[in-house]
């Protein structure tokens, strides 16, 4: 999603510090924890299951000397480690002041100071640009400067040692160039290159140019800039458009690389990659694949094109799978020696280009210091909760209070348990994915999903079918898709955009074999929140209800004939009798919630659960009550309440998970 469901810098201060001794015991497999906490003073009861994920997660990584650089990811605080190659080791460490990401490393020509930039919740008014002396990596990083965009994304340092960056973060704001010069310690704009970009993922810099790559995502399409890659004149400020037109219908420049006299450069969705000579913009190579994070060793150009890294030879033209191994999303590249040297999500891995074979060093051996981590999905069943983080998912088996992490390439964006299975919408691009703790196997893909519909965002059990039901949104392009995936037969049924070219498919739910789909459009056009009934089976429409919310939907769910649909930015309850067709109430919540929230139904109860609260819904009346106040969950991607056989309910508090029993209240509300 676009929008957090909270304020990241809030995680640790809701509990995760105190609890933090706790957390990082339990991060290797079947470690077991302190017995639970629990809140018995009146009604409901909360057993607080310790933290829900825990574990170092990176987003960004940078070889210099003999240390690979590694930025984390969703933890607070944010923090840079150095794994040392000769020694195998974490040797350094240091934190950020804010922002809960860190997707930008660079150093600078001396190999002396080392920058970081952060992604952050908002213009907060703190550096977002940060400095490490790596010539004193005890002393920790300092902030240097904040650009006027909400995040950086990408990092370059000229050989003269001014810093460029760039970001964006508000897909109604075009990002700009930002150039940091660390002799004045002024922070500079260069201006804006395409009003209609919604993100810059990419820089890079020489002695005479500044290259910067504009693009949509998360907010584009409907309009927005295809991508585009701007050479500026370092003397002039001035630029021109360089991307050549064979890739110019990508939606995204996304990765740029200065190697030995070319600019390698990364897009998205023409299958193709550039190299651009860079003494003459118009001399340029197409390398008719798909690649980021150019490294050039001799005559071979490396880059990354997952599932593996690749070379490319400028003397036969040949492209050659270095690395076979799927290990998932690699943030990085370099060359170390005669190897090509790349980091997972959970291991630095050294490449033998010659042999194509591969050494991989877990950074958790290697003592990376880990913590509590924002979440994903959640899902419970069969004595198991499942809590999606970044490249793992956590089972917490409620006999025995055990917590053991699965490798699962991306993020479990929702769940759902069925039959002791495991089933999650994986984020990015990645479908389906099913776990089985009877075979003990790792969790696999068991469904594709369209391309371009990368981002699953909501999923449920079709008990008359027999189908898992997903719904997805394409980032770039608009719109989303429907999904479903039959376990008993592997069959995998998908439509795209369902609801019309702009909803994407937010919130999924089930009743009497057919499928509910909850739209919602985040562009300034088009209908808003569109409930379509689907056949499931047919792969058809059978009829579709507009209940004229102001935003798109959150959430749904159906008890009775009713289903219950949360609204978007606080924009309110509404419930459609499933039997007349009609909008039957419509209600505030925005006492409960501010923007994104989770409908879940247990005892004959729908509850929900919003960044701030976890609530109820009278099943009569549809009178809102609160269940619990300030829970303020520690989520990624918007909160989320699912509960077991028996009615508990499960959600987070901060950075832990929690069990919520509401029996005394259920009792009172039955009729």
């Given at each position: 999603m676009s929008t957090f469901a909270i304020n990241r810098r809030q995680l640790l201060q809701t509990g995760g510090i105190g609890g933090l001794a706790v957390a990082l015991s339990a991060m290797s497999s079947g470690t077991a924890q302190a017995a639970p906490a629990r809140t018995t003073t009146g009604a409901p009861q909360i057993t607080d299951l310790g933290p829900a994920v825990v574990q170092f997660s990176l987003m960004s990584s940078l070889l210099v000397g003999d240390t690979v650089y590694i930025g984390s990811r969703n933890l607070n605080p944010v923090r840079v480690i150095g794994y040392h190659l000769p020694t195998g080791t974490i040797t350094s460490r240091t934190d950020l002041g804010s922002g809960y990401s860190i997707q930008a490393l660079a150093a600078d020509s001396t190999g002396r100071y080392?920058?970081?930039?952060?992604?952050?919740?908002?213009?907060?008014?703190?550096?977002?640009?940060?400095?490490?002396?790596?010539?004193?990596?005890?002393?920790?990083?300092?902030?240097?400067?904040?650009?006027?965009?909400?995040?950086?994304?990408?990092?370059?340092?000229?050989?003269?040692?001014?810093?460029?960056?760039?970001?964006?973060?508000?897909?109604?704001?075009?990002?700009?160039?930002?150039?940091?010069?660390?002799?004045?310690?002024?922070?500079?704009?260069?201006?804006?290159?395409?009003?209609?970009?919604?993100?810059?993922?990419?820089?890079?810099?020489?002695?005479?140019?500044?290259?910067?790559?504009?693009?949509?995502?998360?907010?584009?399409?409907?309009?927005?800039?295809?991508?585009?890659?701007?050479?500026?004149?370092?003397?002039?400020?001035?630029?021109?458009?360089?991307?050549?037109?064979?890739?110019?219908?990508?939606?995204?420049?996304?990765?740029?690389?200065?190697?030995?006299?070319?600019?390698?450069?990364?897009?998205?969705?023409?299958?193709?990659?550039?190299?651009?000579?860079?003494?003459?913009?118009?001399?340029?190579?197409?390398?008719?694949?798909t690649g980021v994070m150019f490294r050039q060793l001799g005559n071979d150009v490396f880059f990354v094109k997952e599932p593996g890294v690749w070379s490319y030879n400028m003397v036969t033209k040949k492209i050659t799978q270095i690395l076979t191994e799927d290990v998932g999303a690699m943030w990085g590249l370099d060359v170390y020696g005669s190897k090509a040297l790349t980091v997972s999500s959970y291991d630095v891995i050294e490449i033998d280009p010659v042999a194509k074979t591969a050494v991989k060093h877990d950074l958790q051996q290697a003592g990376a210091p880990g913590g509590p981590q924002l979440c994903m999905g959640l899902a419970a069943g069969a004595g198991?909760?499942?809590?999606?983080?970044?490249?793992?998912?956590?089972?917490?088996?409620?006999?025995?209070?055990?917590?053991?992490?699965?490798?699962?390439?991306?993020?479990?964006?929702?769940?759902?348990?069925?039959?002791?299975?495991?089933?999650?919408?994986?984020?990015?691009?990645?479908?389906?994915?099913?776990?089985?703790?009877?075979?003990?196997?790792?969790?696999?893909?068991?469904?594709?999903?369209?391309?371009?519909?990368?981002?699953?965002?909501?999923?449920?059990?079709?008990?008359?079918?027999?189908?898992?039901?997903?719904?997805?949104?394409?980032?770039?392009?608009?719109?989303?898709?429907?999904?479903?995936?039959?376990?008993?037969?592997?069959?995998?049924?998908?439509?795209?955009?369902?609801?019309?070219?702009?909803?994407?498919?937010?919130?999924?739910?089930?009743?009497?074999?057919?499928?509910?789909?909850?739209?919602?459009?985040?562009?300034?056009?088009?209908?808003?929140?569109?409930?379509?009934?689907?056949?499931?089976?047919?792969?058809?429409?059978?009829?579709?209800?507009?209940?004229?919310?102001?935003?798109?939907?959150?959430?749904?769910?159906?008890?009775?004939?009713?289903?219950?649909?949360?609204?978007?930015?606080a924009a309110g309850l509404f419930v459609i009798d499933l039997d007349t067709r009609q909008v039957v109430h419509r209600g505030d919540l925005s006492a409960v919630c501010t923007d994104f929230g989770a409908l879940q139904v247990s005892r004959g109860i729908v509850y929900g659960v919003s960044d701030t609260t976890v609530f109820r819904i009278d099943p009569i009346t549809f009178a809102v009550s609160v269940v619990v106040a300030d829970i303020n969950g520690g989520w990624y991607s918007g909160p989320h309440i699912t509960a077991d056989e028996d009615g508990l309910l499960y959600t987070l508090r901060g950075p832990n998970l929690v069990r919520i029993d509401d029996q005394q209240a259920m009792q009172t509300m039955r009729r």
């Open positions: 080392l920058y970081a930039g952060v992604l952050r919740d908002g213009i907060d008014g703190k550096p977002n640009l940060y400095r490490w002396d790596l010539s004193t990596p005890a002393q920790p990083a300092v902030g240097v400067g904040e650009t006027g965009d909400r995040d950086i994304r990408a990092l370059a340092v000229a050989p003269d040692g001014k810093v460029y960056v760039a970001g964006g973060g508000l897909t109604t704001n075009a990002p700009s160039l930002w150039e940091y010069d660390p002799a004045t310690n002024a922070m500079t704009s260069w201006g804006i290159p395409d009003p209609g970009a919604t993100i810059a993922q990419a820089v890079a810099a020489t002695a005479s140019h500044v290259y910067f790559g504009t693009g949509s995502t998360l907010g584009g399409g409907n309009g927005s800039s295809p991508g585009r890659l701007f050479a500026f004149d370092r003397t002039t400020r001035t630029s021109t458009n360089i991307l050549p037109a064979e890739v110019a219908t990508g939606v995204s420049v996304t990765s740029l690389s200065v190697l030995n006299g070319q600019l390698g450069v990364g897009v998205k969705g023409p299958g193709k990659s550039v190299l651009i000579n860079l003494a003459n913009h118009a001399q340029y190579t197409i390398i008719p694949k198991d909760v499942y809590v999606g983080g970044t490249g793992t998912i956590a089972r917490h088996q409620l006999a025995t209070d055990q917590v053991s992490y699965l490798r699962a390439t991306g993020e479990a964006k929702d769940a759902v348990v069925v039959g002791g299975v495991l089933y999650t919408g994986q984020y990015n691009s990645r479908g389906i994915y099913a776990y089985d703790p009877a075979t003990g196997q790792l969790p696999y893909q068991v469904a594709a999903l369209p391309a371009g519909q990368n981002r699953p965002l909501d999923v449920c059990w079709d008990a008359v079918n027999g189908l898992v039901i997903a719904g997805a949104q394409n980032d770039t392009g608009g719109g989303g898709c429907f999904a479903a995936y039959k376990p008993s037969t592997t069959q995998v049924i998908t439509k795209v955009n369902p609801i019309d070219a702009l909803q994407m498919v937010r919130a999924v739910a089930t009743k009497d074999g057919i499928a509910y789909l909850g739209g919602d459009n985040i562009y300034a056009t088009g209908p808003r929140s569109t409930v379509v009934a689907w056949d499931p089976v047919a792969n058809q429409e059978l009829w579709r209800l507009d209940p004229g919310q102001p935003q798109g939907i959150a959430a749904m769910a159906i008890h009775g004939k009713f289903l219950y649909g949360m609204s978007r930015k």
